[in-house]
């Protein structure tokens, strides 16, 4: 599977859009790219994943671009459960995948 | 209500003892896997099963065992020989190669 970049931390300012940024320069055609999430002492929580187009769902929307090495979760109106760790995974197609969880992103939504 | 259960919430054990984690899923899905997670850092994959009476090791399985002998349960013991057991456990599920669902996780303590 592909590596995923994404930055360490960000902040958010309560009922603004948070934009979280994905490098995943190395994926291949195959390859869907995910978002959990995992609030402090909990599971993580599916958001959105998509192939090749922009998908939304009413968690988020995710923009993929073009060449799809990279990828942007936006969470509209960004409430203070928002606060999490964001993880952005690719993962192949196939039977019974491996996700492959790297540092995330601390989004902290600020009041 | 459909969803993925993990007992207990909170583990303690002493040094030298196994013990066994449990995971059940009312989601009909016939993949189910183990990651454990240490503080700061991302999940790593212990134990999968895509199939009853069938498992593969993950990049951490040493030290662990797994059964599945319903679609519905996949429990796993970490025996004396882990050598460093103190972790978050969390169990996910799948249909086949589709979005892994993630339980609320066991936070093991061995004193």
């Known amino acids: 599977d592909a590596k995923t970049t994404q930055p360490p931390s960000m902040d958010c300012a309560e009922g603004r859009a948070a934009n979280l940024p994905c490098n995943h320069s190395?994926?291949?055609?195959?390859?869907?790219v995910y978002w959990y999430r995992q609030i402090h002492s909990q599971g993580p929580q599916y958001i959105i994943h998509?192939?090749?187009n922009n998908e939304t769902n009413e968690m988020a929307s995710l923009i993929i671009t073009e060449d799809r090495k990279s990828s942007t979760l936006i969470l509209p109106h960004a409430t203070l459960r928002d606060t999490a760790v964001y993880y952005c995974?690719?993962?192949?197609?196939?039977?019974?995948?491996?996700?492959?969880f790297g540092s995330g992103t601390q989004l902290t939504v600020l009041p | 209500d459909g969803g993925i259960t993990q007992s207990p919430k909170y583990l303690f054990r002493k040094e030298g003892q196994n013990v066994t984690l449990s995971c059940e899923q009312n989601?009909?899905?016939?993949?189910m896997y183990w990651y454990r997670q240490d503080p700061g850092q991302g999940l790593r994959l212990i134990y999968y099963?895509?199939?009853?009476?069938?498992?593969q090791k993950g990049d951490i399985a040493e030290g662990y065992s797994v059964s599945r002998e319903k679609k519905e349960s996949f429990p796993l013991t970490v025996t004396s020989a882990q050598k460093n057991p103190t972790a978050f456990y969390l169990c996910?599920?799948?249909?086949?190669?589709?979005?892994?669902?993630f339980g609320p996780g066991t936070r093991l303590t061995v004193l």
């Open positions: 989601l009909n899905h016939d993949a």
């Open positions: 099963s895509q199939i009853v009476n069938d498992f």
């Open positions: 998509g192939l090749k």
């Open positions: 996910a599920s799948s249909h086949g190669a589709d979005t892994q669902y």
């Open positions: 995974i690719v993962t192949s197609s196939g039977s019974a995948r491996q996700l492959t």
């Open positions: 190395t994926i291949s055609g195959n390859e869907y």
